[in-house]
């Protein structure tokens, strides 16, 4: 059963149903030689062959007998006969009638079919089939709000060697399924609808043909032609495919056999089990070995080494799954030895094949409670042990891995249980505005502290990547940001180094200071921008950063390697006038008019000497006096540094005292002739 929203799971509970007919008493497949008489007396072999219904028996048990052994409790498995009688339910739902001897018990109740038994219509026995299905679905949704898919299998054993009564039968299935469905919803007499049908038609014949698929309306249908002696090879395959099942074959059994003297041999034995088991081996690469593909009925199975078996249950190794298994060959002598070997309380050892001289255990058989189960063991670090550290996972041998803010960005997203429902319909609901902030938070986090400087600068920097997830920023929050970004500004004028956190001095940036604030200016403006879009006070914190950048793009150097300031200073100007009144806890509306030039630049000199808490201001600011330049006779040239002038005027003063060579003084031109001699 799956819900509407899910796939159709392939354990669906299914119907065997066995066709009797006037062919079944005939005989079907390969014939046997078997000697007769008494023992010490001369015997003639006797030619036997099965019928169709010994066949037909025998592969309805061993599907039974796989479904039953892998998954007693969850696989429901019922089994029906259909003959000029009636149809005989074998068996029920019920937990306690999902046995194998009681279907065995009932096939010796009914006996061999007679040679002279009149032909029935399987189209009778299919709609006992949906009949039973409905009341199962019953029980099992009795406690359901009715929104569970209903889905089932029918596999049909027919030896009619008609093939119009095949065709026939496919025809009818869907109009059976449809009147069924059609009866349910219009009583109230216990039983449930049946929504989807697979029904799988296996047609015993003398020739082989590959499958015909079909799909009708909630009915996917399946005709299998296959001789008699296939049949038993057939249903293990169709099991398999049902319950999506694989094999592992072990190998290297030791066995000691009489006729040779006691001499131990080796063998082999094929175990079914659930597929999940394997997918710690097909993920180290192991071989596997496919069959079935040119059949069309493909499975995988996977080869492990007998290893020396534990004599104490108490030496078992800790386990990632384990699951039961059954022999593919419930008869064969190494079979049976295996299992009551395992039965008897002795565990078994299964390494896998040996790439080098190193011994690999993987698996292990154990006895529970009458049963033999699989145990996959982990080849890496137990389950049981410490968590392993972060840097074995999938990131490699990182170590610098952000742990303490990822823990703090865990703690701010904390989910709590909310008792009130919203008031209004359009209110948001608390996950979705949740969600909203987690979105927020993770718009630009770097994994690693080597990845960003930004995020490893002092808490007070951390102050504004805090206040740019917020969803509203108040008056008091963008004042904050904008000091933050002027003293992020101050800093770099000063020279200052980076205010990284202890511990995190690990950035990947260069040596020099130059390139570690480009790198953190180019990081913190891709933050700003993709918080811009939460409110407009995010994108007045992005055009104040914005406006703080473009005055220093535009100290730019030229070739010379002087400082060209812009025009009059009054942007750069403005900028400290702007970044002392927040220092002060001022905004620039509220003292405007009474903070000046003079006063700025009297409030920076008096802080040059405050604590390491408060920012320092730039020691060099442009000179615009033109008093130094006019006393040096020298032309002042707006946004000259003092050092330029006073260099400028050392050089001037070098140059007048300089005497020049007399040979470059008589030849102004600055060519002498040689050998003038010779001439």
């Given amino acids: 059963n799956t819900s509407g929203s899910e796939k159709p799971v392939t354990r669906l509970p299914t119907v065997i149903l066995i066709h009797c007919t006037t062919e079944s008493s005939l005989p079907c497949g390969k014939s046997f030689l078997i000697e007769t008489g008494k023992a010490g007396t001369a015997s003639t072999p006797a030619r036997v062959s099965k019928s169709a219904w010994t066949i037909s028996v025998e592969g309805a048990v061993e599907y039974t007998r796989v479904v039953y052994d892998l998954f007693p409790e969850r696989c429901k498995v019922q089994v029906m006969v259909r003959s000029s009688t009636g149809t005989r339910l074998l068996n029920s739902w019920e937990s306690e009638e999902q046995r194998l001897p009681l279907v065995l018990a009932e096939m010796g109740r009914i006996g061999a079919p007679e040679d002279a038994v009149p032909s029935c219509d399987i189209v009778g026995g299919i709609s006992s089939a949906i009949e039973s299905l409905g009341g199962m679905f019953y029980k099992v949704n009795s406690g359901s709000n009715g929104s569970v898919e209903n889905r ?6 027919t030896p009619t060697v008609r093939s119009e009564q095949v065709r026939a039968t496919s025809r009818s299935i869907s109009h059976l399924l449809r009147t069924y469905n059609q009866q349910v919803a219009q009583s109230s007499d216990g039983r449930y609808s049946v929504h989807g049908l697979e029904v799988e038609i296996v047609h015993l014949t003398d020739t082989s043909a590959p499958a015909e698929k079909g799909v009708l309306p909630h009915v996917s249908l399946t005709v299998h032609s296959c001789f008699g002696h296939r049949l038993m090879t057939l249903m293990s395959c169709l099991c398999r495919e049902h319950y999506t099942m694989a094999s592992t074959i072990i190998t290297g059994i030791p066995m000691k056999e009489e006729q040779q003297g006691g001499v131990s041999c080796n063998y082999d034995v094929e175990l079914f089990h659930e597929a999940d088991i394997h997918k710690d081996l097909l993920a180290l690469g192991l071989p596997v070995i496919t069959s079935g593909a040119e059949s069309g009925h493909q499975h995988t199975s ?15 190794q800790f386990c990632s799954h384990s699951c039961r298994v059954s022999p593919v060959e419930v008869n064969s002598r190494p079979s049976s030895c295996l299992f009551n070997f395992v039965l008897g309380g002795r565990s078994v050892m299964l390494e896998q094949p040996r790439r080098t001289n190193f011994k690999l255990v993987s698996h292990i058989l154990f006895n529970h409670g009458g049963g033999v189960f699989l145990h996959c063991l982990p080849n890496g670090k137990s389950y049981l042990e410490d968590p392993p550290s972060i840097s074995e996972g999938a990131g490699g041998r990182v170590t610098d891995y952000r742990i303490p803010e990822f823990g703090v960005m865990m703690r701010s997203n904390l989910l709590v249980p909310f008792a009130e429902a919203p008031n209004a319909a359009d ?10 902030q987690l979105e927020r938070s993770t718009r630009v986090w770097p994994l690693v502290y080597g990845d960003a400087v930004l995020f490893n600068m002092s808490e007070e920097v951390q102050n504004l990547l805090t206040l740019l997830t917020y969803e509203r920023l108040s008056d008091q929050h963008l004042t904050e940001c904008r000091r933050v970004i002027y003293q992020l500004q101050a800093m770099e004028g000063k020279n200052q180094p980076l205010p990284t956190l202890s511990g995190t001095a690990r950035m990947k940036t260069g040596p020099k200071k130059e390139e570690q604030y480009r790198q953190l200016w180019s990081e913190l403006e891709t933050v700003v921008v993709a918080a811009s879009s939460t409110s407009p006070r995010h994108q007045e914190v992005l055009e104040s950063l914005r406006q703080c950048r473009s005055v220093v793009n535009r100290s730019s150097l030229q070739a010379d390697g002087r400082m060209v300031a812009p025009q009059g200073g009054s942007s750069r100007d403005s900028v400290w006038k702007e970044y002392d009144m927040y220092r002060e806890g001022e905004t620039p509306d509220s ?7 003079t006063s700025s630049s009297s409030s920076r000199q008096k802080d040059s ?14 000179h615009t006096d033109t008093s130094l330049g006019q ?10 540094s003092l050092k330029t002038l006073w260099m400028e005027h050392h050089r001037r003063i070098t140059t007048a005292d300089h005497v020049e060579f007399a040979g470059r003084a008589n030849f102004p031109s600055g060519k002498a002739p040689l050998y003038t001699h010779l001439d």
């Fill in 152 to 157: 089932a299998r029918i596999i049909v054993l």
């Fill in 302 to 316: 996977v080869t492990l080494r007998w290893a020396n078996p534990r004599s104490s249950s108490l030496d078992v």
């Fill in 427 to 436: 209110e948001m609901l608390p996950v979705d505005r949740a969600m909203q």
């Fill in 591 to 597: 003292n405007e008019k009474s903070l000046g030039a």
């Fill in 609 to 622: 000497g405050s604590g390491p808490g408060k920012m320092k201001t730039p020691k060099f600011r442009p």
């Fill in 631 to 640: 006393g040096l006779g020298m032309k002042v040239r707006s946004g000259v």
